[in-house]
């Protein structure tokens, strides 16, 4: 049974688009909900994060909207680059600091 | 400084041999984890330790064996190598309800299997 939900498995948007990647989830005991940026041969490394007492959270170009009563949170891309080509994973835990439950990850690419 | 490191990032061997991955991080975390990243990037835990203590076991065949001499350190044995287990093995530390959330990852382990 997969905890964590993520769609599309893969996105292609052109440079300056919207990227929107999106995941739910089925345990209400998750109370953190962050979203990690892998680049081939590296480590997942945390973007941003989201606890559900927040409905909206941005940082720069990356916003994390957050709907409890639906369990689902989305990440949204601004004027995305093609530096931001990449494999992105939401994830959620019990407590933060505790192990993450990752969703499938979804292959962005960028085109110039 | 790199913050967590695993040694080495790769690892060929034949099956049925015994391999150890080392892992450490120098940010004072008390928890760390093994992660497994199969082929098609799927990210699962397989191990947590708390202040040196397993506190996560997910369903992991008992060929894999963690081991923590100290909060710094988490390494993974794993016996009778099997061609299912060639993935990235990923260490990671964070601190359990603190202030800084974040789980900081290593560069992986490439393990491949033959």
């Known amino acids: 049974q997969q905890q964590v939900k993520q769609s599309p498995q893969s996105l292609i948007v052109q440079k300056g688009g919207i990227s929107i990647i999106n995941c739910a989830y089925e345990?209400?005991?998750?109370?953190?909900f962050p979203w990690y940026q892998q680049f081939p041969g590296k480590g997942p490394a945390l973007l941003i994060a989201?606890?559900?007492?927040?409905s909206e959270k941005k940082e720069g170009r990356f916003t994390i909207s957050f709907n409890k009563s639906a369990k689902q949170f989305s990440l949204h891309i601004m004027d995305s680059q093609p530096g931001d080509s990449a494999t992105y994973f939401c994830?959620?835990?019990?407590?933060?600091?505790?192990?993450?439950?990752f969703g499938k990850g979804t292959t962005l690419s960028v085109s110039s | 400084d790199t913050a967590v490191s695993q040694t080495p990032k790769y690892l060929v061997t034949q099956m049925g041999n015994d391999k150890s991955i080392k892992c450490e991080q120098n940010?004072?975390?008390?928890?760390m984890y093994w992660y497994k990243q199969d082929s098609k990037k799927f990210l699962k835990i397989m191990f947590s330790?708390?202040?040196?203590?397993?506190?996560i076991n997910e369903t992991v065949p008992n060929r894999f064996s963690p081991k923590s001499p100290d909060k710094a350190h988490l390494n993974l044995h794993i016996n009778s190598l099997e061609l299912g287990d060639s993935a990235v093995y990923f260490c990671?530390?964070?601190?359990?309800?603190?202030?800084?959330?974040?789980?900081?990852f290593g560069q992986g382990t490439r393990l491949t299997v033959v």
């Open positions: 990671a530390s964070s601190m359990r309800g603190g202030s800084t959330t974040e789980a900081f």
């Open positions: 330790y708390n202040n040196k203590e397993l506190i």
């Open positions: 345990n209400t005991a998750f109370d953190y």
């Open positions: 940010l004072g975390h008390d928890t």
């Open positions: 994830a959620a835990s019990h407590q933060a600091g505790t192990a993450l439950i």
């Open positions: 989201i606890r559900p007492d927040v």
